[in-house]
Antibody, heavy 120, light 106 residues
Framework: QVQLQESGPGLVKPSETLSLTCTVS????????WSWIRQPPGKGLEWVGY???????NYKPSLKSRVTISLDTSKNQFSLKLSSVTAADTAVYYC??????????????WGQGALVTVSS | DIQMTQSPSSLSASVGDRVTITCRAS??????LNWYQQKPGKAPKLLIY???SLQSGVPSRFSGGGSGTDFTLTISSLQPEDFATYYC????????FGGGTKVEIK
């Protein structure tokens, strides 16, 4: 059974960089797409970006200038960095596996989520 | 960007009711449409992928339909554990989610 677990600081100051890591267990990270999705308190889901095991990335256009997703296959981890954060970036951040199957693409395994608050 | 619009944004229903949630895309997405269920404080759970394929382990009372721009998620007989928020998600282009439909107890 694949499991994902987010880790990182729960509080980030405005203008600084948010950093989160997702550790994958029960399966290899050397396949599939690995994604970050966020959810502001009381609001809906917003896709942030994903990285393919080959290293290619795709980011939400409105966040592209501030987002970097990277992969560490030796540790079975992938990471999110979001720079120049503001209060609007306060959210629960989920990592998820994106699968290509049956002619479709979907998120089948998710982490439990990590709340990141942007505040001074 | 493809916009995903769900309706209603919330509904009240009783155990045993048949419930249908609608999702509309701003352009055709063929059948690149997925449905998720989210309970408070938990991560979303995949229910339906490719518009109508039931994810392994999901009860058969859940079904999905549609293609192009209009899609539905139907719960044939609502159970107590089904009270949650449901999201559609398009995967035709860069992933995007609908605003959610909260299913509450009447």
């Amino acid at each position: 059974q694949v499991q994902l677990q987010e880790s990182g600081p729960g509080l980030v100051k405005p203008s600084e960089t948010l950093s989160l890591t997702c550790t994958v267990s029960g399966g290899s990270i050397s396949s599939y797409y690995w994604s970050w999705i966020r959810q502001p308190p009381g609001k809906g889901l917003e896709w942030v970006g994903y990285i393919y095991y080959s290293g290619s990335t795709n980011y939400k256009p409105s966040l592209k200038s501030r987002v970097t997703i990277s992969l560490d296959t030796s540790k079975n981890q992938f990471s999110l960095k979001l720079s120049s954060v503001t209060a609007a970036d306060t959210a629960v951040y989920y990592c998820a596996r994106r699968v290509v199957a049956a002619g479709s693409y979907y998120f089948d395994y998710w982490g439990q989520g990590a709340l990141v608050t942007v505040s001074s | 960007d493809i916009q995903m619009t769900q309706s209603p944004s919330s509904l009240s229903a009783s155990v045993g009711d048949r419930v249908t949630i609608t999702c509309r895309a701003s352009q055709s997405i063929r059948t690149y449409l997925n449905w998720y269920q989210q309970k408070p404080g938990k991560a979303p759970k995949l229910l339906i992928y490719a518009a109508s394929s039931l994810q392994s382990g999901v009860p058969s009372r859940f079904s999905g339909g549609g293609s192009g721009t209009d899609f539905t998620l139907t719960i044939s007989s609502l159970q107590p554990e089904d009270f949650a928020t449901y999201y559609c998600q398009q995967s035709y282009s860069s992933p995007g989610f609908g605003g959610g439909t909260k299913v509450e107890i009447k």
